[in-house]
Structure formats: C-alpha cells, structure tokens
T-cell receptor, first 112, second 109 residues
C-alpha cells in the first residue's frame, strides 16, 4: 500500500454545517491534492499543496478551504456544506509535480 | 470547459478480445499522459503513462498510443480479462493533471 488514508470513509451531514475531511500520508511526499468525482465530470481538482502551509486553488475551489500544518496531513474543509457538494472526495499524493498520483480510497459525502 | 474528453461512457468486450479505450484532449501544451483504473469503492490506481515525445508505450497486456496531431490518446488491452472490468480515466498534464470523465469497461466471460 502507498500509505495514504482518508477519513471518514462515509459522512452524511446537513446543509449549512461545517465538514472537515482528512488525508494522511506516510510517504513523506511533497505534493498533496484534493479531487472530487461526480458523474459526467470525472475527477476535478479542488485544492492542492506543494508543502507545509503552501496551498493553491484548483478548478473547483469555491466553497472549500484547505490546510496543511504537517507534511503528512492535508485537511479539506467545507465551511458551510451545500447539497451541490455531495460527492466522492479523493485525496492524492505525489513526490513530484509532474509524476502520477497515488490516490486514497475516497470519502463519500452526502449533504442533506 | 472539459480539456480531456472520453466520449464513450461505457464499453463491453468479450473475454480474450481487444479493448480499446479512447481519449481526446484540446490543449497542445500537455506533456504527459496517464491512464488510471478504478474499481468501485476504491481510489483510482495508476495503470500506464506516456510522454508527449513518444507515440507508444507498452506494459504487458496494456499499450497506450498517442497521436499528437489528432490530440488523441488510446489504451489497448489485449487480451481482455474479466478482472479488467473497471472504470478507466485518462489524464493529461500541463500545470496540473486534467482527468477525463471515465469509461466503464465490462469484460464478459
């Protein structure tokens, strides 16, 4: 295994509540990413990190924030969850910007 | 705007035959291409890659072809096996990886 875990695996939350998803890696990789997967859209980048406290936005970053206080942890926060954020969220890691990613198993989030 | 497109949402193939999955892209700056395979309730796993300076890369039963003039990428699986049944995503890299929408492959025993 590549040493990447996501928690929780499943979550149901109510509209308007804050939600935090966690990605933990044991590979000491520099780059970490958050993607969401939706039917008809494939995988879309939300935010990524290129080091501790260094983050940047992806193509679908509105409504999301991230933090990376340690190399091994990358948190994705939905400040006020909306039904449009119901999705499967994947974390990915890579040792180099241009290399392929290793993905976590995903978090299925349902906002009701 | 989708920069990477997989126009076939699904594909069914008999076991032992060839599976061909296609991917089209729009950005000529893409320099690296990958294919990922995804089983239900799991994350995507890397399958095979190709650099823009090559037109073919082979790994066992899997071969990826790149036609830069047509901005077209394809994955060939020969022979197809039931365990190959999964969703396949192509991804193209420039400043980040852009993923296609996926093609669900079913290999019929």
């Amino acid at each position: 295994d590549a040493g990447i875990t996501q928690s929780p695996r499943h979550k149901v939350t109510e509209t308007g509540t804050p939600v935090t998803l966690r990605c933990h890696q044991t590979e000491n990789h520099r780059y970490m990413y958050w993607y969401r997967q939706d039917p008809g859209h494939g995988l879309r980048l939300i935010h990524y990190s290129y080091g501790v406290k260094d983050t940047d936005k992806g193509e679908v970053s509105d409504g999301y924030s991230v933090s990376r206080s340690k190399t091994e942890d990358f948190l994705l926060t939905l400040e006020s969850a909306t039904s449009s954020q119901t999705s499967v969220y994947f974390c990915a890691i890579s040792g180099d910007r241009g290399y392929g990613y290793t993905f976590g198993s995903g978090t299925r989030l349902t906002v009701v | 705007d989708q920069q990477v497109k997989q126009n076939s949402p699904s594909l069914s193939v008999q076991e032992g035959r060839i599976s061909i999955l296609n991917c089209d892209y729009t950005n000529s700056m893409f320099d690296y291409f990958l294919w990922y395979k995804k089983y239900p309730a799991e994350g995507p796993t890397f399958l095979i890659s190709i650099s823009s300076i090559k037109d073919k890369n082979e790994d066992g039963r899997f071969t990826v072809f790149l036609n830069k003039s047509a901005k077209h990428l394809s994955l060939h699986i020969v022979p197809s096996q039931p365990g190959d049944s999964a969703v396949y995503f192509c991804a193209s890299h420039f400043d980040q990886f852009y993923f296609g929408t996926g093609t669900s492959l079913t290999v019929i025993p």
